[in-house]
Nanobody
Framework: QVQLVESGGGSVQPGGSLRLSCQFS????????MGWFRQAPGKGREFVAG????????NYSDSVKGRFTVSRDNGNNMVYLQMNSLKPDDTAVYYC?????????????????WGRGTQVTVDS
């Protein structure tokens, strides 16, 4: 059974940076597409970024493209989200999610295991 644990959230001023980490506990991490999602207060969960098992396929939402970078370390079962030039609209709970095995699909319905989330607050 997979367990996903996010860390690295916090409070930052606009223009600042944070790096989120997700520890994957389970088997075959290096065969799964992984993703980051977020949910702001009063809003639905939205896709932020996804990365295929070999890092060949990487996708971002338009709202974070050019500011956020997703990466993974298959040797340590970790996935990261580097967030730069943060804006107040980036305030949300950020979730790590496990996608499909050996398939680079990144629709929300393709992700079936979720962490508990880490809070990111961007405020002056």
């Amino acid at each position: 059974q997979v367990q996903l644990v996010e860390s690295g959230g916090g409070s930052v001023q606009p223009g600042g940076s944070l790096r989120l980490s997700c520890q994957f506990s389970g088997n075959a991490f290096d065969t799964y597409t992984m993703g980051w999602f977020r949910q702001a207060p009063g809003k639905g969960r939205e896709f932020v970024a996804g990365i295929s098992w070999t890092s060949v396929t990487i996708n971002y939402s338009d709202s974070v493209k050019g500011r956020f970078t997703v990466s993974r370390d298959n040797g340590n079962n970790m996935v990261y989200l580097q967030m730069n030039s943060l804006k107040p609209d980036d305030t949300a709970v950020y979730y790590c999610a496990r996608g499909l095995q050996l398939i680079a699909a990144m629709r929300p319905q393709d992700f079936s295991a979720w962490g508990r989330g880490t809070q990111v607050t961007v405020d002056s």
